[in-house]
Nanobody, 123 residues
Framework: QGQLVESGGGLVQAGDSLRLSCAAP????????MGWFRQPPGQERTFVAA????????YYTDSVKGRFTISRDNADKTVYLQMNSLEPEDTAVYYC????????????????WGQGTQVTVAT
């Protein structure tokens, strides 16, 4: 069935940018909505962004609106999270997620998770 493989995490300074990637080479990518969640140290995993299979519909949590952009390349079976103006509060493990609809992913209806990639934003 294939897996979701994240990459692109790392240590950056506040104000920097970072782009996360999630590859799904074994998946029938275009029929699934995709999303990103994050889990700060000692906290629960929460929704960040979601995108529909066609890419026409996107959702964001309020704290990242205007700073983060989710996109997808269906030919390459990859979803991206462009993160700009990073803040220390963005420090977390970021997880790629797959679901049936973008609004469903937004509401936590996720069928498949990636393994996570660490993003650390230093002051």
């Amino acid at each position: 069935q294939g897996q979701l493989v994240e990459s692109g995490g790392g240590l950056v300074q506040a104000g920097d940018s970072l782009r996360l990637s999630c590859a799904a080479p074994g998946r029938t990518f275009t029929i699934y909505a995709m999303g990103w969640f994050r889990q700060p140290p000692g906290q629960e995993r929460t929704f960040v962004a979601a995108i529909s299979g066609s890419g026409d519909h996107t959702y964001y949590t309020d704290s990242v609106k205007g700073r983060f952009t989710i996109s997808r390349d269906n030919a390459d079976k990859t979803v991206y999270l462009q993160m700009n103006s990073l803040e220390p509060e963005d420090t977390a493990v970021y997880y790629c997620a797959e679901g049936n609809t973008a609004w469903g992913v937004r509401d936590g209806f996720v069928d498949l998770w990636g393994q996570g990639t660490q993003v650390t934003v230093a002051t």
